[in-house]
């Protein structure tokens, strides 16, 4: 039961666009004792078919900026390889650690940001 409220609620927060995996990684690793790095790729894996229900459903509600897509989609894969090549080789205690500090850095950048 837990592993279905873990994806339920990373599903909703992933169609907002905020990123299930906040909620997702943390949880697998918490409650259902998965290392870092195991958590990080079923992460990924779920978040393909998220995504593509997420997309389609901004894009008929035209919520997309499709000029800024091309230059986003290339550096992300560049970003993604470079990612997953130093999330194995790094410590998974150090990785939990660098995971929770980006998580607190964007908490902290959500509560005190202006609004436009």
Same mark, same amino acid.
């Given at each position: 039961?837990?592993?279905?409220?873990?994806?339920?609620?990373?599903?909703?927060? +992933? +169609?907002?666009?905020?990123?299930?995996? #906040?909620?997702?990684?943390? $949880?697998?690793?918490?409650?259902?004792?998965? #290392?870092?790095?195991? $958590?990080?790729?079923?992460?990924? =894996? @779920?978040?393909?078919?998220?995504? @593509?229900?997420?997309?389609?459903?901004?894009?008929?509600?035209?919520?997309?900026?499709?000029?800024?897509? =091309?230059?986003?989609? !290339?550096?992300?894969?560049?970003?993604?390889?470079?990612?997953?090549?130093?999330?194995?080789?790094?410590?998974?205690?150090? =990785?939990?650690?660098?995971?929770?500090?980006?998580?607190?850095?964007?908490? =902290?950048?959500? !509560?005190?940001?202006?609004?436009?």
């Amino acid at each position: 039961m837990i592993k279905i409220l873990i994806g339920v609620a990373a599903g909703i927060i +992933g +169609g907002m666009g905020i990123g299930g995996g #906040t909620i997702l990684i943390p $949880a697998l690793a918490f409650f259902l004792n998965i #290392t870092q790095q195991v $958590a990080q790729s079923i992460n990924l =894996l @779920s978040f393909i078919p998220a995504a @593509s229900l997420a997309v389609y459903i901004h894009n008929k509600n035209k919520n997309i900026e499709k000029d800024i897509l =091309l230059p986003l989609i !290339i550096s992300g894969i560049f970003g993604a390889i470079f990612g997953s090549i130093a999330a194995v080789k790094i410590n998974p205690s150090l =990785l939990k650690k660098i995971f929770g500090s980006l998580l607190f850095i964007m908490g =902290l950048y959500e !509560i005190f940001a202006k609004q436009k």
